[in-house]
């Protein structure tokens, strides 16, 4: 998960730019510091690596955070 804050007079471009990126599957816009929780997948640390700085790059994009998912607890 990556947790983003944007420019708000950039945010359509940013979620059209997301849109668009394959390892990008999940956006959710959400409350509180930061605008957006993206979801991005990866084959190896490597790969996630580039995209997180690929991302991280967007014009619009002010600040990241990433999370690592390590294990599911439980689904429903």
């Keep these: 998960q990556v ?6 007079k ?10 668009v990126m394959p ?3 999940t956006l959710r816009a959400v409350s ?4 957006y929780i993206a979801t991005v ?3 190896t640390i ?12 967007l014009q619009g994009i002010d600040r ?4 690592v998912v390590l294990s599911t607890k439980f689904e429903r």
């Design 3 to 8: 947790l983003l804050s944007v420019d708000a």
């Design 10 to 19: 950039q945010a359509e471009r940013v979620v059209a730019e997301l849109k």
């Design 23 to 25: 390892n990008c599957t």
């Design 32 to 35: 509180g510091v930061f605008d």
């Design 41 to 43: 997948e990866a084959d």
């Design 46 to 57: 490597a790969e996630l690596d580039r995209w997180l700085d690929r991302i991280g790059q």
């Design 64 to 67: 990241t955070q990433t999370l």
